[in-house]
């Protein structure tokens, strides 16, 4: 069975960072693009940032670049969003999802999903 979960969320006071991961189990993920997505309470859900299944290729958003990398672990089946200088307006749900083809912005090109991990960002 097909799954991804994300980990690392939680409460973060603005100018901080957090780090999360996204695991697949059952299957290997290094064959993949992999994006990160985000959904705000009463917004749609937004591209963030994704990456290439061999790691070569990212592809950012313009709210995510400078403060957000996205990075991979093929040894490990991992892949990692590293965030910084968090602000409150980043407080969402974040989901990483899965694509054996390119890697894109919109989210009907991905496959398989988490189910999400809150991040909320305090003052």
């Known amino acids: 069975q097909v799954q991804l979960a994300e980990y690392g969320g939680g409460l973060v006071q603005a100018g901080g960072s957090l780090r999360l991961s996204c695991a697949a189990s059952?299957?290997?993920?290094?064959?993949?693009?992999v994006g990160w997505f985000r959904q705000a309470p009463g917004k749609d859900r937004e591209f963030l940032v994704a990456?290439?299944?061999?790691?070569?290729?990212?592809l950012y958003a313009d709210s995510a670049k400078g403060r957000f990398t996205i990075s991979r672990d093929s040894a490990k089946n991992m892949v990692y969003l590293q965030m910084n200088s968090l602000k409150l307006i980043d407080t969402a749900v974040y989901y990483c999802?899965?694509?054996?083809?390119?890697?894109?912005?919109?989210?009907?090109?991905?496959?398989?999903w988490g189910q999400g991990t809150q991040v909320t960002v305090s003052s």
């Open positions: 999802a899965a694509t054996p083809g390119g890697i894109r912005k919109e989210s009907a090109y991905y496959n398989y």
């Open positions: 059952g299957w290997t993920l290094s064959s993949y693009g």
């Open positions: 990456v290439a299944w061999n790691g070569d290729y990212t």
